[in-house]
């Protein structure tokens, strides 16, 4: 189906009754290029269960039966995974010299703009967030376009491509999600747009101040990767993707472990 043909048909049946939109979901799941592109990573393939989810903007809220405009909020690459990852075609290329966050296919932040949480109880100070929170914060600080990827795939058709590049963010223009998403309109989004001030989030990138009983108040690590619960560290950091994991959308804000107990795997008190 033509990308255009394909975005019409969703315009027209999002306000449908929920049992008579299921039926044309299954329906139109059928057609040739609709789910095709579910393929998953290398390793869960399509029973990686970040696919229909948040993270996934080839089929974002599949299993909620919604859709999110693909091809005119954001470019729809046909692969969940470029969105984050580098297509296997651009493995070799050195993706810093394109701008690239290391190891991962989205452009690098302005680092200077971030204003990090700071205090004089700190056992490790962080300067500038590591690249494995930038990529975290290049699409949730609001900066950039969810899509704006260094490589799109190869067989991706910039020729038909109408998309607005939108922003997580909460102002009322047309390249914002915020011009929808504000609550009134559709959900409020602004728990999902972290902005570049990070003063009053948990601080990341810092060195865990656990290693070696270093600080009474935090409980040494189970092994050097982390704690048995899930929890992790990256090379001694603490990152955003040690409280959260976005391979895994079945727990609560993609929380590692129960929330009620997260804070406790780390902290005496």
Same mark, same amino acid.
């Given at each position: 189906?033509?990308?255009?043909? /394909?975005? &019409?048909?969703?315009?027209?049946?999002?306000?449908?009754? %929920?049992?008579?939109? @299921?039926?044309?979901?299954?329906?139109?799941?059928?057609?040739?290029?609709?789910?095709?592109?579910?393929?998953?990573?290398?390793?869960?393939?399509?029973?990686?269960?970040i696919l229909g989810?948040?993270?996934?903007?080839?089929?974002?809220?599949?299993?909620?039966?919604?859709?999110?405009?693909?091809?005119?909020?954001?470019?729809?690459?046909?692969?969940?995974?470029?969105?984050?990852?580098?297509?296997?075609?651009?493995?070799?290329?050195? !993706?810093?010299?394109?701008?690239? #966050?290391? *190891?991962? &296919?989205?452009?690098?932040?302005?680092?200077?703009?971030?204003?990090?949480?700071?205090?004089?109880?700190?056992?490790?100070?962080?300067?500038?967030?590591?690249?494995?929170?930038?990529l975290c914060l290049?699409?949730? *600080?609001?900066?950039?376009?969810?899509?704006?990827?260094?490589?799109?795939? %190869?067989?991706?058709?910039?020729?038909? *491509?109408?998309?607005?590049?939108?922003?997580?963010?909460?102002?009322?223009?047309?390249?914002?999600?915020?011009?929808?998403?504000?609550?009134?309109?559709?959900?409020? #989004?602004?728990? /999902?747009? #972290?902005? %570049?001030?990070?003063?009053?989030?948990?601080? #990341?990138?810092?060195?865990?101040?656990?290693?070696?009983? @270093?600080?009474?108040?935090?409980?040494?690590?189970?092994?050097?990767?982390?704690?048995?619960?899930?929890?992790?560290?990256?090379?001694?950091?603490?990152?955003?993707?040690?409280?959260?994991?976005?391979? &895994?959308? !079945?727990?609560?804000?993609?929380?590692? @472990?129960?929330s009620d107990l997260?804070?406790?795997?780390?902290?005496? /008190?």
């Open positions: 189906m033509a990308r255009g043909g /394909k975005r &019409n048909v969703e315009r027209m049946y999002r306000h449908l009754p %929920t049992a008579v939109f @299921a039926v044309l979901l299954a329906a139109l799941a059928a057609l040739p290029g609709w789910s095709d592109t579910l393929i998953g990573d290398p390793v869960a393939g399509a029973n990686d269960p989810s948040k993270h996934d903007f080839t089929g974002l809220n599949r299993r909620a039966g919604v859709f999110a405009m693909p091809g005119v909020a954001f470019s729809d690459y046909g692969n969940p995974c470029v969105y984050c990852h580098l297509p296997p075609e651009k493995a070799e290329v050195d !993706e810093t010299k394109e701008g690239a #966050i290391p *190891d991962w &296919n989205r452009f690098y932040p302005a680092t200077d703009a971030y204003r990090l949480y700071d205090s004089t109880y700190m056992d490790s100070k962080t300067r500038t967030p590591s690249p494995i929170s930038l290049s699409c949730h *600080d609001g900066t950039m376009g969810v899509d704006m990827v260094v490589f799109p795939p %190869t067989d991706f058709d910039s020729a038909q *491509d109408e998309a607005l590049h939108m922003r997580i963010h909460g102002a009322d223009d047309v390249v914002s999600c915020g011009k929808c998403h504000n609550g009134r309109v559709a959900h409020d #989004i602004s728990i /999902k747009h #972290i902005g %570049t001030d990070l003063r009053n989030d948990h601080p #990341i990138s810092m060195r865990y101040a656990g290693l070696l009983r @270093a600080d009474e108040d935090f409980r040494l690590p189970d092994t050097p990767e982390g704690f048995n619960n899930g929890v992790r560290l990256y090379e001694g950091r603490v990152e955003c993707a040690s409280c959260h994991n976005v391979h &895994n959308p !079945e727990k609560d804000l993609l929380l590692r @472990a129960d997260l804070c406790q795997t780390c902290h005496t /008190k």
